[in-house]
């Protein structure tokens, strides 16, 4: 989908996950740094981006697999806090997203005596996995149409149309928002929709918001449709 296409229509695109195992595990913070420096970028993106459309309803304690792990199986809240609050929508390109990982990993064990490692949790996996656009149908020309789309499309289409188009688009610019500036020519609006930070909930939180915002403005403009 590309946003203002010559019939300014919308259309609402899903996506489905193909994942695959890379066979590398960690058992402690510093095979996780190190294995993290030689895994390909998907992977990176695997484990911060895709991870919230395979949380998509649920809002997890710790929002990537890094700082889960570290949390959950390690028992390293110190180190799983600082991994939480890094926001990969902050980063240009996943290679500085992997950079920034990594840093606050070897700062944590560069004060520590032994490196922390899983007991008798599970080892760290590194996957990767491919985004396949989903067609679902949906096609709108309004806001009002916009607006009772976003409240039925499946989640995968809030996901695709603003986690991915970060990196596809490689700008801060999601698709709706792009499309409701440049197409309903509504800046006011497509600004509110683009500093919608994503990383800051799941994807339910995000259509929540969505909905919020739409629904203010048609009640403020009066706009039926």
Not at 68 to 80: C, F, I, K, P, S
Not at 82 to 95: I, T
Request: glycine share 6%.
């Amino acid at each position: 989908m590309e946003p203002g296409n010559r019939d300014d229509v919308f259309r609402f695109i899903g996506c489905s996950e193909i994942q695959e195992i890379l066979g590398k595990q960690a058992d402690d913070e510093r095979a996780l740094a190190e294995l993290l420096e030689d895994v390909p970028l998907d992977s990176v993106y695997f484990h911060t981006h895709s991870y919230f459309l395979r949380q998509r309803f649920i809002e997890q304690t710790y929002p990537n697999d890094f700082a889960e792990w570290v949390g959950m199986q390690v028992r390293d809240h110190v180190l799983a806090e600082r991994l939480s609050v890094v926001d990969p929508f902050s980063f240009s390109s996943l290679d500085f997203l992997r950079e920034e990982i990594i840093s606050i990993i070897d700062d944590h064990l560069s004060g520590m005596a032994s490196v922390p490692r899983v007991g008798f949790g599970t080892p760290f996996s590194f996957n990767r996995s491919r985004i396949l656009e989903v067609p679902t149908g949906l096609e709108v020309r309004t806001l009002r149409e916009f607006r009772d789309a976003i409240s039925s499309v499946d989640a995968s289409a809030i996901y695709l149309h603003v986690f991915e188009s970060h990196l596809r688009l490689q700008r801060k610019e999601n698709d709706f928002s792009t499309w409701i500036r440049g197409t309903l020519k509504l800046p006011e609006l497509a600004d509110q929709i683009r500093a919608l930070n994503p990383y800051l909930g799941s994807l339910e939180r995000l259509r929540s918001s969505l909905l919020t915002m739409c629904d203010a403005y048609l009640a403020k403009s009066g706009q039926r449709g």
